[in-house]
């Protein structure tokens, strides 16, 4: 049997419909309130054109739950393979597809969830049920997306957030960690995960002494006005004595004690080298957000850790090939945690999110430990 089809227990088919009901209507919802002429954005590394990234979503999802991953099985929407698949998509080249209308898409994506819900009103199999968690995670995480490109964009905030970000003041200090056996990664039969998860395996932590909660705004602001030749944050203004933080198309004052955010990897790597400190190991992270101690506290920010994502000692592709293995490059971090935007499912103390050094769009912050 594929890995894949190992990954038990499976929801049950009234809540898969539920589901990506749900997280369809949301990512409908985002593309229709977007205003008129908002969906032509600048060609920029961090940014997909609205439009594409939407058919891009319904083509996933049409792809692997209803052609099963291969294109001789023909799509409902015309040439789709050519236009919205992000493998063969070059990113420069999604500029210059032809305009597609908004109502044409908005067709596709209505016929496509309508062939999944006539599906999830039958027995299903192992693999289709895979298919389709696969593909509500496929639209959760490109919710968040939109959320990160709307707050880089300054267009307004596209849903209300799953939590509210928490301050940081109740103790600043350090958590101390003896030497731990603990193991990492998932197993199958504990649900849906990624494939680079698999397997679970056994890992020895040595002592190590980790930041009980996150780096705030003040102390990272106090951090750059010491240092010269350090940026401010781009989403930073100070204005008659005050500072402001942007919050898409709001700017608010800063919350001194809340964690920063938007910050990339290298910086939070300068901030923690200027404090002889260091940013925490994948394990070392996870460990503490595994602990049921009261006296640390939740960013609501993904948190850089020092692990570059690589695969897991045995790793083999799952079917989507491309949503792991191609990103073993080296040029990828290990982000643990949440953001206000990830949905409740997508918290899972296995999940691995990744990104590239110098993404600051994104939600994301980080803590610290002692050398």
Not at 9 to 33: G, K, M, V
Not at 41 to 55: D, I, M, R, S
Request: glycine fraction near 2%.
């Amino acid at each position: 049997m594929s890995d894949h089809c190992q990954y038990f227990p499976h929801p049950a088919a009234q809540q898969l419909r539920e589901r990506i009901y749900s997280a369809s209507i949301l990512t409908r919802s985002i593309i229709e309130n977007l205003a008129p002429g908002k969906e032509f954005v600048l060609q920029l590394a961090t940014l997909n054109p609205p439009y594409w990234e939407f058919a891009h979503i319904t083509w996933v999802h049409e792809f692997w739950v209803h052609r099963k991953g291969r294109q001789e099985h023909p799509s409902l929407y015309k040439n789709a393979d050519a236009l919205f698949n992000s493998s063969t998509v070059a990113h420069a080249d999604r500029w210059s597809i032809p305009p597609v209308s908004l109502e044409s898409l908005l067709r596709y994506s209505h016929e496509v969830c309508n062939k999944t819900s006539e599906l999830l009103s039958k027995p299903l199999s192992d693999e289709d049920a895979y298919f389709i968690q696969l593909v509500i995670h496929h639209y959760d995480m490109h919710n968040e997306a939109f959320a990160i490109m709307w707050q880089a964009l300054e267009y307004p905030m596209p849903f209300q957030p799953y939590s509210v970000s928490t301050k940081t003041v109740f103790n600043k200090g350090f958590i101390e960690f003896s030497k731990t056996d603990m193991t990492v990664g998932s197993l199958p039969q504990q649900g849906f995960i990624f494939d680079n998860e698999k397997w679970q395996h056994p890992l020895t932590v040595e002592p190590f002494a980790i930041s009980s909660s996150a780096v705030s705004n003040e102390q990272y602001r106090e951090f750059v006005l010491a240092k010269d030749d350090q940026a401010m944050p781009k989403h930073w203004k100070y204005e008659a004595g005050v500072w402001y933080e942007r919050f898409f198309d709001q700017w608010r004052v800063m919350d001194d004690q809340q964690a920063v955010r938007h910050i990339h990897y290298e910086d939070a790597v300068e901030y923690a080298t200027n404090q002889h400190l260091r940013l925490p190991t994948e394990a070392e992270l996870t460990l503490l957000m595994a602990t049921n101690r009261n006296d640390w506290q939740a960013s609501d920010l993904w948190e850089w850790t020092s692990s570059q994502f690589l695969p897991f000692e045995g790793f083999t592709p799952d079917p989507y090939v491309d949503y792991s293995q191609p990103w073993f490059d080296g040029t990828y971090q290990v982000l643990k945690g949440w953001s206000p935007f990830t949905v409740e499912r997508m918290r899972r103390l296995g999940f691995r999110n990744f990104y590239q050094t110098k993404r600051n769009d994104i939600f994301s912050g980080f803590r610290v430990c002692r050398l």
